[in-house]
T-cell receptor
Framework: SQTIHQWPATLVQPVGSPLSLECTVE??????LYWYRQAAGRGLQLLFY??????ISSEVPQNLSASRPQDRQFILSSKKLLLSDSGFYLC???????????????FGEGSWLTVV | AQSVTQLDSQVPVFEEAPVELRCNYS??????LFWYVQYPNQGLQLLLKYLSGSTLVKGINGFEAEFNKSQTSFHLRKPSVHISDTAEYFCAVSDNQAGTALIFGKGTTLSVSS
């Protein structure tokens, strides 16, 4: 069965420091991969999605970036964190959309980021 | 582009009462619809989904939802809730095109008390 791992689970970073959140998926190949951010009272915001290596779409312009160095690995980065980057970050995967899967996505456990 | 509106940000109910969490969507193409649940400090878990076929969809934990195309709604229901159903619930929509992602509503907090 497929599993998704995301780490670290919690981190506290000072303003201006770099960020790296990592996510890996097991048990599937060529998944679509996603990064969402959840801020209090604001639902889930799609940050990046990728349909393949070197195929990454950014949904929201900001100081975050994403990379997909391997088929099942997705990394969220920042060179300099802002206070507004604080939130709950969720990695997710899906099979390509289709009549059987319908683009169902499956989430990791999330990473709490507090920028101080 | 699709969008999702969850009409209630908070829904307080008593244990064993029925509940309905409302969701409306907008889209110019055929859609897939989903409900996810999030317990505190956890990721989201899929409750149920509508892809095609029967408009009444049954999910886990006794939840069900009905797809109404004319009203562009996908309301979530449970006939009798438990304390353990206290969580945040998200409605989401996706079209059937490759390379698209789910768009989520802002969530509804269901609080079940005794």
């Amino acid at each position: 069965s497929q599993t998704i791992h995301q780490w670290p689970a919690t981190l506290v970073q000072p303003v201006g420091s770099p960020l790296s959140l990592e996510c890996t998926v097991e048990g599937t190949s060529n998944p679509n991969l996603y990064w969402y951010r959840q801020a209090a009272g604001r639902g889930l915001q799609l940050l990046f999605y990728s349909i393949g290596i070197d195929q990454i779409s950014s949904e929201v312009p900001q100081n975050l970036s994403a990379s997909r160095p391997q088929d099942r690995q997705f990394i969220l980065s920042s060179k300099k964190l802002l206070l507004s980057d604080s939130g709950f970050y969720l990695c997710a995967w899906s099979d390509p959309p289709g009549p059987k899967t319908g683009n169902t996505i499956y989430f990791g456990e999330g990473s709490w980021l507090t920028v101080v | 582009a699709q969008s999702v509106t969850q009409l209630d940000s908070q829904v307080p109910v008593f244990e064993e009462a029925p509940v309905e969490l409302r969701c409306n969507y907008s889209s110019s193409v055929s859609v897939y619809l989903f409900w996810y649940v999030q317990y505190p400090n956890q990721g989201l878990q899929l409750l149920l989904k509508y892809l095609s076929g029967s408009t009444l969809v049954k999910g886990i934990n006794g939840f069900e939802a009905e797809f109404n195309k004319s009203q562009t709604s996908f309301h979530l229901r449970k006939p009798s809730v438990h304390i353990s159903d206290t969580a945040e619930y998200f409605c989401a929509v996706s079209d059937n095109q490759a390379g698209t992602a789910l768009i989520f509503g802002k969530g509804t907090t269901l609080s079940v008390s005794s």
